[in-house]
């Protein structure tokens, strides 16, 4: 006894001070005399309710204690979760008036169901849904009550936790709409007071029903937005209708844009429609924004619309309509023949590694992702089709040219021949073909560099 009596009830607590329970004491403070407490200003010394600070502290059991030393450490952990058990025990209450109140309820409903009563449609789906509730809540109830026996939780319990809680709320309010369907608020005109009507067993009470706590009966009156008119002046007007037609204007730009920037693709897996971006690349299932219920609508039957809407002018004369008809063929023309320049420029080639087309430009040797403008896919040629389109330019040159353009080129042609015949016989003279007997295989030496390489000169 003596030993537990010396231990110290306070962590850090040095010994040689003994214990602070039995300093404490009441016999401790009756042998020796307080000090008077130091003289107040007047103003304050006339609050009666102020207490004395300095104070006898009464004897603590051991168990009083320990319970007192981990609140005064003030963890927030600790506090963290005895205010969560405190909202599940608050919780737990709710629930088991909610259930008294539905079960009393369904008592009820059954025994107007005995009598052979006729029951109303919207009075038997009220029956099921409390029922559905009635169920919910004792499950709930049943979480709640294991939650509390719980000290450390994880955290996919404390996420459970949460959406037990939420469910909770969610039930509760369903409920108290139930009960504002089932019961009427209702005012004795003898009395004065207010009574609660059940149109289901159709009894009268004065008690509010449980379920609804600290909510009323009182209908939300139905606020309507008051108009607020304004005085226009001629300027504003104006103004306004020209904003308003500037963004209408921007809204169909930017669908244009949207239109000429994506193509809707068809899936032939899925049978859906994804979007393609002919810039990026990238494809989305989703519709792009900014379209609306325009989405689907094609820039042809958008630009036949504005035409539609054009003023019509005065027709014009015979001399007008035939230089009109003569500049719409000119450009007809010069627009194939634009396309056509184009497309023997451009080679499109097929890559394995993104399984996507790239355009190389035979002139400026550049490669890019993004198709060419004013050129349609299906009008480029691949880089066979194009060597071959150049051979066969060439000759069409020749056939179709003078005759002193066919001989120049059939000379070109023996030259070309004669010269590649004698740097063969040059590189022949000046390469040796040497055989490595340690790899058994064959390099190349040249005689005038004294340098070897494995792989064969070109021209040999």
């Not at 506090?79 to 919780?91: A, H, S």
């Not at 939780?153 to 809680?165: C, E, F, G, P, W």
């Not at 899936?267 to 393609?276: L, T």
Request: charged residues 25%; hydrophobic residues 35%; aromatic residues 8%.
């Amino acid at each position: 006894m003596q030993t537990e009596s010396s231990q110290c009830a306070y962590a850090g607590w040095p010994e040689c001070f003994g214990n602070p329970l039995e300093r404490a004491s009441h016999a401790d403070h009756s042998k020796r005399l307080l000090l008077k407490p130091p003289l107040l200003p007047p103003t304050m010394q006339d609050h009666s309710h102020v207490k004395r600070i300095l104070q006898i502290r009464p004897p603590l059991a051991p168990q009083s204690q320990a319970y007192l030393v981990p609140c005064a450490s003030f963890h927030s952990s600790v506090l963290i979760t005895m205010g969560t058990k405190l909202k599940l025990e608050q919780d737990f209450h709710e629930l088991r008036g909610m259930l008294d109140q539905t079960s009393s309820f369904l008592d009820t409903a059954a025994k107007a169901g005995a009598s052979h009563h006729p029951t109303e449609t919207k009075v038997k789906k009220a029956i099921e849904d409390i029922s559905t509730i009635d169920s919910g809540i004792r499950t709930l109830m049943g979480r709640v009550k294991k939650s509390l026996k719980c000290k450390h939780l994880t955290r996919a319990d404390a996420v459970r936790k949460i959406q037990d809680m939420w469910k909770v709320r969610k039930a509760r309010k369903h409920f108290k709409a139930l009960l504002r369907s089932i019961y009427k608020r209702m005012e004795d005109p003898v009395t004065g007071k207010v009574y609660y009507f059940n149109t289901l067993t159709e009894m009268a009470q004065w008690d509010k029903p449980l379920g609804l706590g600290s909510d009323d009966y009182a209908a939300n009156k139905t606020k309507k937005k008051a108009i607020m008119t304004r005085v226009w002046t001629q300027s504003d007007a104006a103004e306004f209708i020209q904003r308003a037609y500037r963004r209408r204007q921007a809204t169909a730009t930017v669908r244009q844009l949207i239109h000429k920037l994506y193509r809707k693709v068809k899936d032939p897996a899925s049978g859906m429609y994804y979007y393609y971006n002919k810039q990026t690349g990238e494809v989305s299932w989703t519709k792009p924004k900014l379209l609306g219920q325009h989405g689907d609508i094609a820039v042809e039957s958008t630009a036949k619309h504005h035409a539609r809407a054009t003023v019509k002018a005065d027709p014009p004369n015979e001399i007008d309509a035939a230089q009109r008809i003569q500049r719409m063929f000119r450009c007809g023309m010069a627009r194939r023949q634009m396309h056509g320049m184009i497309s023997h420029v451009y080679v499109k080639i097929w890559d394995d590694t993104r399984a996507q087309f790239y355009f190389y430009n035979t002139s400026t040797k550049t490669v890019s992702w993004a198709k060419p403008k004013w050129v349609d896919e299906d009008d480029l040629m691949s880089p066979r089709t194009h060597q071959a389109f150049l051979l066969q330019e060439k000759v069409d040159a020749i056939r179709n040219g003078p005759p002193d353009a066919a001989v120049q080129y059939l000379q070109r042609l023996i030259r070309r021949r004669q010269a590649r015949r004698r740097l063969q016989v040059m590189l022949a003279e000046v390469y040796e073909m040497v055989l490595d007997e340690a790899t058994g295989e064959y390099f190349y030496h040249n005689k005038k560099t004294g340098n070897v390489t494995w792989t064969k000169p070109p021209l040999i």
